[in-house]
Every structure is written in structure tokens, then in C-alpha cells.
């Protein structure tokens, strides 16, 4: 067994950031930016009125100054003369401010009568948004970055319409086990329904990878020989189950007949510890142990960097610290990462940390993690958790 650190250096040694690939902008969200985007044009690209009213001189204005209205500009529409003395022009929200108008008067503070305007209200802020307020030419967007919502909007006032992004990590996800059939199938009476890949599916696809769910494989060697043969073409094959001891767990036996290059086997973590990962060929290989919560767990601790890294992303280290809230008896060799209830007090462990239950990791928002031979807790000491979701 070797240590959690150990074992996620390995794993991200099998993987290298993907290549970059080019998408339209309506496309980009949730996408990698995979280089540095420059803006080529200001925003706005002209001092812009913020508000609808009357533009003048800022000199003239005072409670009680007539005006002229001598034309109009709307958002559009500039208005092509100048604002001389005396003079204001109709203006309407995100109008080019016109030559000679300093100051947007709005219009609840104005009482107009045909082409005369009074001020009637002493006016506030000028209500002009600067050339270039918003972005300058040269402004960077800096890669890599997930690309939020914001961003999308921000890349669309920039002008730029092609973004380049890091390629989704094509993960063939793959269930073993004669127990196991697909959620909407009838069960025999030994069977239980397949949720790992589905939870995992989720998992990496929230964190932007593009996942193929392969039909569950058999526990036996030709249904599992076929169905790595369906994983053809992945950057990472991910097995879910046979990874343990019993007579029936092929998974390590078949990936290395068929050329696995094994990394590691078996780290000190619960739950997890029958994990293995390796290279096939030109794809990396994560097998992760069936029982559903080791599974999600070992998704979250490193199936995660590991599609991180494909994406040209920083490794974050998400792991943080709260009080405990209730005593903890001490740990044993591996490091446990123990479902637990995250509150603006503190952490408390969920009760009952079998591997098996997919209800209580539901229940749970964090991982508290526990290293090896941790010595006993008392509920007050600082521990650290990952947070889930
Ligand atoms: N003698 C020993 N037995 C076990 C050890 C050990 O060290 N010595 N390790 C235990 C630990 S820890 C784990 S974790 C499990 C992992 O076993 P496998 O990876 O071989 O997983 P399976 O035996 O195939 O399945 C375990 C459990 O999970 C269910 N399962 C499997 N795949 C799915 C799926 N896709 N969706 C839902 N449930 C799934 C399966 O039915 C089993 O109940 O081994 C312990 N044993
Ligand atoms: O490591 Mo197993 O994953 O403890 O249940």
C-alpha cells in the first residue's frame, strides 16, 4: 500500500495536458481556455451615456439652467454635431455622449416645454461611462480558466468568436460484475442495479470530460477482454469493481494481458484501497474498487486532478480545516476520508462509514480526512475536509 500523495503523482504522471482545439463562442462554456485572449477593441468604445435624459456642458449645470435641445443620440445613433453653450441633445442609455457634452442631466430632473429644458433638480454623478471603462485594448483574459457564464459574455464584447480550448478528456467508464444490470432493467433476485457509473459519469463531466459508458462487463475474461476493446480511442479508461482479492475480481489480471503497464496497486486510504493505476497503451488506466462510496470517493480525490490536468489546470488543493463537533476515536494505518455533515459550526463524521452506502454519501457535503495513525479527537481540535459538490 502506498500513500494517498503517492498515488495521485502516479496517476498524474500517465496524463499530459490535451491538445488545444478552437470552438465557437456559443460553445465555450464550461470549456478550458487553453491560451491568453487579448482584447483589440475598448469597451465601451466611446464615453457612453448611462442613463436616459439631456447631454450638456458640465460647466452649465446648476438648479434652474435652461437649455436648448438641438438634436438627439441613441444607443446606435450618435448624434454628428457638437453641444455648444446653452445647448443640450436628447439622449438615450449606452448613446455616444456628443462632442462638447460633459455631463448626462437625466430626465426626471428636467422639465421640458417644446424645445426648452430646465433643470428642476440639482443632478448627481455625470452619468457618463468613460471610453474603455469596461476593457481596454489589451486587456487579457489569462489562461487557463474554466470558462463561467461571465467570462462568456466578457469574450463576446471583446469580439471574439473562436476560443481556444483544451479538448474534453474522452473517459471510457467501465462496470464489472455478473451482479450488476442498468437502472430501468429488471433485476434477478442476486442482482443490484449499476450506480457507480452513473455517479462517476456526473462527476467528470461536471468537471468538463466527455464520458462513454461502456456496457457492463461480465466477471469473466472475454466479457472484460471485450469490453476494454470498447474503451478503444480513450484518453483514460476507468474500471469500476474486480479490483479487490476474491476469485472473481479480473480486472488488474485481463488490463495487464492486455499490455498493462501497472503503476501502483493498493493505497492506504478507506475507503479505496484496491486501487490501481497504470497505462494501456496510449491511454491511462484508473481502476477504482466497486463498493459505490469508494468508487465516488476515489472520483473525487482523483479522478478529478487527474481530469484537471488533461484540462491544462492547476492541481487545486481543495482540502481546508473546521472544528470538529464530536469526538474522534484514532485512526488506523490508512488515511480515512469519512463522509461528513459541513455546518457553519463545524464538521461532524456521518455515524455509519460503511463503503457500501450511497445514502449516507448523499447526505454528506464533505470528506473529512483523517491521516493514517491519526492519534484520538476531541470535538473543538481543527481537522481538515474536502468539501463535496
Ligand atoms: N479479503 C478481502 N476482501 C476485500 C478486500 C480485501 O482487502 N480483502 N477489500 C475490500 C475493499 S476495501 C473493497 S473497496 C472491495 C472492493 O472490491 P472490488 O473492487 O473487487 O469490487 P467488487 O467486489 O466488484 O464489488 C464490491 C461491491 O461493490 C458493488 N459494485 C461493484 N460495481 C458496482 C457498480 N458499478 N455499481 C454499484 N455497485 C457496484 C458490488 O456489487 C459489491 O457489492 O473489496 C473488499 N473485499
Ligand atoms: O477501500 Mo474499501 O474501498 O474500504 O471499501
Do not use: W
Amino acid at each position: 500500500m502506498i500513500p494517498v500523495s503517492e498515488a495521485l503523482d502516479h496517476l498524474l504522471d500517465l496524463v499530459t495536458p490535451l491538445e488545444v482545439e478552437h470552438v465557437p463562442l456559443a460553445e465555450a462554456a464550461g470549456r478550458v481556455l487553453a491560451e491568453d485572449l487579448t482584447a483589440n477593441r475598448d469597451q465601451p468604445p466611446f464615453a457612453a451615456s448611462a442613463m436616459d435624459g439631456y447631454a450638456v456642458n458640465k460647466a452649465e449645470v446648476e438648479l434652474h439652467a435652461m437649455f436648448k435641445v438641438i438634436g438627439e443620440a441613441a444607443a446606435g445613433h450618435g448624434f454628428p454635431g457638437r453641444v455648444g453653450a446653452g445647448q443640450a441633445v436628447r439622449i438615450f442609455t449606452g448613446a455616444p455622449v456628443p462632442e462638447g457634452a460633459s455631463f448626462v442631466v437625466i430626465q426626471e430632473d428636467v422639465d421640458r416645454k417644446g424645445n426648452l429644458i430646465t433643470i428642476m433638480d440639482q443632478p448627481g454623478g455625470d452619468n457618463i461611462r468613460p471610453a474603455g471603462g469596461d476593457f481596454k485594448i489589451g486587456d487579457v483574459v489569462a489562461a487557463p480558466k474554466r470558462l463561467a457564464p461571465a467570462d462568456i459574455a466578457l469574450l463576446a464584447a471583446m469580439n471574439i468568436a473562436t476560443v481556444p480550448v483544451r479538448r474534453k478528456p474522452d473517459i471510457a467508464l467501465m462496470s464489472t460484475g455478473d451482479e450488476l444490470v442498468m437502472p430501468g432493467e429488471t433485476p434477478g433476485p442476486d442482482q443490484i442495479i449499476a450506480s457507480n457509473t452513473f455517479g462517476l459519469k456526473a462527476l467528470l463531466e461536471e468537471i468538463g470530460a466527455s464520458v462513454r459508458m461502456l456496457p457492463i462487463a461480465r466477471d469473466d475474461k472475454p466479457a472484460l477482454r471485450a469490453a476494454f476493446g470498447l474503451a478503444d480511442g480513450a484518453d483514460l479508461v476507468v474500471t469500476i469493481g474486480g479490483a479487490s482479492v476474491g476469485d472473481h475480481d479480473l480486472v488488474g489480471h485481463v488490463a495487464q494481458e492486455l499490455g498493462l503497464e501497472q503503476s501502483f496497486y493498493k493505497v492506504a486510504m478507506r475507503p479505496g484501497k484496491p486501487l490501481m493505476g497504470g497505462r494501456m497503451g496510449d491511454a491511462a488506466m484508473i481502476g477504482l474498487p466497486g463498493n459505490p462510496v469508494s468508487a465516488m470517493v476515489c472520483g473525487h480525490v482523483f479522478l478529478a486532478p487527474v481530469v484537471h490536468r488533461m484540462l491544462g489546470l492547476p492541481i487545486a488543493a481543495t482540502v481546508k480545516s473546521a472544528p470538529l463537533l464530536e469526538p474522534l476515536s484514532d485512526n488506523g494505518p490508512r488515511a480515512h476520508y469519512m463522509r461528513a455533515i459541513l455546518s457553519p459550526e463545524g464538521i461532524t463524521p456521518c455515524p455509519n462509514q460503511d463503503s457500501a452506502l450511497l445514502s449516507v454519501l448523499a447526505s454528506a457535503n464533505a470528506l473529512l480526512i483523517r491521516p493514517p495513525h491519526d492519534t484520538a479527537r476531541d470535538a473543538g481540535e481543527t481537522v481538515e475536509y474536502m468539501p463535496l459538490g
